[in-house]
């Protein structure tokens, strides 16, 4: 009866990476419960805040509609003052629109309808016009209005300046001394007079824009009279203090919502600060110091390979034949040795390498045979538990299923294997480094090429045309282990490796281990 020897440092690696998983494990599950209560529990207030601030936002629009009306800031003498000014602009304006108004209709003759007409057209248009520029949003208007009637205005006066001009011309043309001729001759005609043909328009133009310029300016200057009369029926400065207090106490309402919106995400990055703080404190007063910075450092180191390099996508191919079932001195074959060897690889694979196990049987391309394929994460983790996590479940699932395999295949098709190898890099091209590990004795035995009945293996080149087409292997690295010379000497062994060394170059590939063991030396390769 065999029984397994007892590891004490893969049962103590076993239990420390099960430990943290579990610890940290443990710490997401409280954090995300505790997040979820915080959010649960602040929804309410922000529900509060927002009725309140909606509430605040009417009031505001209240108290901004009746400011609005407001007479403008300054003592009671000040505004009588602007007050009489401002009725006194209106009233002259008015009574001249009215009088405009009422030799525009003279020549008609309407009697005493015309007066009326006139009235009404003299106080319906600063009227209406006051009645405009009320309207909440008209600050603008207001203010290109007032340019408009004062270009107006400007451009009027202008042009009565220019038919003040012609008319001082004319009156010099006509004070000039007329000639009398006494003789027999014609009379001499006058030239005509063209006063009045040529100031008719600029008249019009001029009357039109200074007609345009009173109205509105009587129309503005009704509103500033009302704006200007003293109001006490509402105490303005009351007002515009509690206008201000609740502009602070809407900016109070958002600051707070936005602090209990992010108040789950804060106590998020708090709890794990908090959290691996503590797990370092504790550790570096723990007599397992040491270990924890050896343990840190290794996966530190890493954890910066990893980022540092490409990705990793390996390739195991373990023999599944009759010719690794030979029993060593130790009591074990070649096949459980090859075995063994398979599982300290997947204990060591870097974060984001692809791995794919893969046997070789008498038909390893024509019939494939994948036994494994995983891929790592690439976040390792702040102390490399997601890693070791990762590594312990690919190993858990290796041993579950090759403990139903056996070496029962009758022919060795190492070349297949190869084939399928090359298939599996091309599919998985996002990574950048390619290894290929294989566990077998190498020795070809198929129909088509046998390398295992010759004592000596022939020259490479008399065996190139049965090696069939080469397998696409450029840049893959090639590790075969487990080669021992069981039954054959040591120059069918040289000679075999010789062999794989070309074909390996001839496929673009790297032979960069050979050896009967089946150890897999730690390099940057495989890191």
Not at 256 to 272: G, M, S, Y
Request: proline share 3%; with cysteine; glycine share 6%.
């Amino acid at each position: 009866m065999q029984t397994q020897s007892f590891n004490a440092e893969d049962v103590a690696q076993q239990l420390g990476m099960e430990g943290v998983d579990n610890l940290v494990a443990n710490a997401e599950r409280v954090c995300t419960y505790e997040q979820q209560r915080i959010e649960l529990n602040n929804q309410s207030m922000i529900v509060g805040l927002q009725g309140e601030y909606n509430v605040l936002v009417a009031e505001e629009r209240r108290i901004e509609e009746k400011l609005h009306t407001a007479p403008p800031s300054g003592d009671l003498r000040r505004l009588r003052q602007r007050a009489i000014y401002s009725w006194s602009v209106t009233v002259f304006l008015t009574i001249a629109g009215f009088a405009l108004s009422l030799m525009t209709l003279a020549p008609f003759r309407l009697g005493w309808v015309s007066w009326l007409y006139c009235a009404g057209i003299a106080i319906v248009t600063p009227h209406l016009v006051d009645k405009l520029l009320e309207v909440r949003g008209m600050e603008k208007v207001i203010i290109w209005l007032t340019a408009f009637a004062a270009i107006a205005a400007l451009t009027g006066i202008m042009l009565l300046a220019a038919i003040r001009g012609n008319l001082l011309a004319q009156e010099i043309h006509q004070s000039e001394a007329p000639v009398i001729m006494l003789d027999d001759s014609a009379p001499q005609t006058e030239p005509q007079n063209t006063f009045y043909d040529s100031t008719t328009s600029l008249l019009r133009a001029a009357l039109l824009l200074l007609a345009f310029a009173m109205e509105l300016g009587a129309g503005i200057a009704l509103r500033d009279a009302w704006r200007s009369v003293p109001d006490n029926s509402e105490d303005w400065s009351r007002l515009r203090g509690e206008l201000i207090g609740i502009r602070q106490r809407l900016s109070q309402i958002a600051s707070e919502a936005t602090i209990l919106r992010n108040e789950p995400e804060i106590f998020v990055k708090r709890f794990w600060r908090d959290f691996y703080c503590a797990l370092l404190s504790n550790a570096t007063r723990r007599a397992m110091t040491k270990l924890l910075v050896l343990v840190l450092g290794v996966v530190l180191l890493g954890m910066a390979q990893a980022y540092a390099e490409d990705r990793l996508n390996m390739v195991i191919a373990i023999d599944l034949t009759q010719s690794v079932a030979t029993t060593g001195p130790d009591g074990k074959t070649d096949f459980q040795k090859n075995i063994e060897g398979v599982t300290r690889v997947l204990s060591q694979v870097p974060a984001g390498a692809s791995v794919t196990v893969i046997g070789i049987t008498d038909h390893s391309f024509a019939q494939p045979y994948i036994l494994l394929s995983a891929r790592v994460p690439d976040d390792p983790g702040y102390f490399g538990e997601r890693l070791n996590a990762a590594r312990g479940q690919i190993v858990r699932a290796w041993k579950a299923r090759s403990g139903r395999l056996d070496s029962h295949f009758h022919h060795t098709d190492i070349l297949g294997a190869l084939q399928l190898a090359s298939q599996i890099f091309t599919q998985q091209s996002d990574a950048g480094r390619k290894t290929l590990v294989i566990f077998s004795d190498m020795r070809q035995s198929t129909t088509d090429l046998d390398l295992e009945s010759p004592k000596v293996v022939p020259f490479f080149s008399s065996l190139v045309k049965r090696s069939g087409a080469f397998p696409e292997l450029r840049d893959v690295q090639i590790y075969a282990l487990g080669v021992d010379d069981a039954g054959k000497s040591m120059d069918y062994w040289q000679s075999l490796r010789s062999f794989w060394e070309q074909y390996s170059h001839n496929a673009g590939a790297g032979l960069r281990g050979y050896s009967v063991l089946r150890e897999l030396q730690t390099s940057p390769d495989l890191r």
